[in-house]
């Protein structure tokens, strides 16, 4: 059973430029959150998918933005790179978005150079 | 808006002895509460949570927690530790079915 899958694993990019990031989620799984995780820091959550649409968002600007596709996967796109964006972005995947919240199952990330 | 703060950024504690790693959460409404552990280059594992029910919460690997609502803390702790225990720790909050607010982590140190 595979488990959350993110790629690519390291990238670098500069100043401007635009990324993006793809996660595939637990099997099973149909919700996907994004997190930011800055040196020495926790995960700064980023937003959360779940049936194709955006359902929640953190305190980040539009150059973040993302997509989930009918098979669950997701991906995160972000523009305009600054240096600030450099960081470990993590994928977690759940089951469903009730309360309680369902398990985070977290991807070993993808790791954003921005020279 | 819940808030998490994990007031050591790192512990050190020697092999076999007992470690307890600090959390405090801000919150005006019931909340669920969290501890994950990532391991070096790896993503975040769940160690135990706090749903409902007793206060007391035991995990993965010998840990436990105690929810106290009164002093609004989820520490965690765990008799004896292991070298493989070194990771960084982190501590997260949700109310209901809101997004999960972690803190900024505890590094913890296992000294031979």
């Known amino acids: 059973d595979a488990g959350v899958t993110q790629s690519p694993t390291h990238l670098i990019k500069t100043r401007g430029q635009q990324v993006t990031l793809r996660c595939s989620p637990k099997s099973g799984h149909d919700t996907v959150s994004w997190y930011q995780q800055a040196l020495g820091q926790g995960p700064q959550f980023i937003f959360q998918y779940y049936e194709e649409e955006e359902r929640q968002r953190g305190n980040f600007p539009d150059r973040f933005s993302g997509h989930q596709f009918p098979n669950y996967s997701s991906e995160l796109n972000v523009n305009a790179l600054l240096l600030g964006d450099s960081a470990l972005y993590l994928c977690?995947?759940?089951?469903?978005?009730?309360?309680?919240?369902?398990?985070?199952?977290f991807g070993e990330g993808s790791r954003l150079t921005v020279l | 808006a819940q808030s998490v703060t994990q007031l050591d950024s790192q512990v050190p504690v020697f092999e076999e002895a007992p470690v307890e790693l600090r959390c405090n959460y801000s919150?005006?409404?019931?909340?669920?509460l969290f501890w994950y552990v990532q391991y070096p280059n790896q993503g975040l594992q769940l160690l135990l949570k706090?749903?409902?029910?007793?206060?007391l919460v035991k995990g993965i690997n010998g840990f436990e927690a105690e929810f106290n609502k009164s002093q609004t803390s989820f520490h965690l702790r765990k008799p004896s530790v292991h070298i493989s225990d070194t990771a960084e720790y982190f501590c997260?909050?949700?109310?209901?079915?809101?997004?999960?607010?972690f803190g900024k982590g505890t590094r913890l140190h296992i000294l031979p």
């Open positions: 977690a995947s759940s089951l469903g978005t009730g309360d309680p919240p369902g398990e985070l199952f």
């Open positions: 919150s005006s409404v019931s909340v669920y």
């Open positions: 706090y749903l409902s029910g007793s206060t």
């Open positions: 997260a909050v949700c109310h209901r079915d809101d997004k999960i607010i």
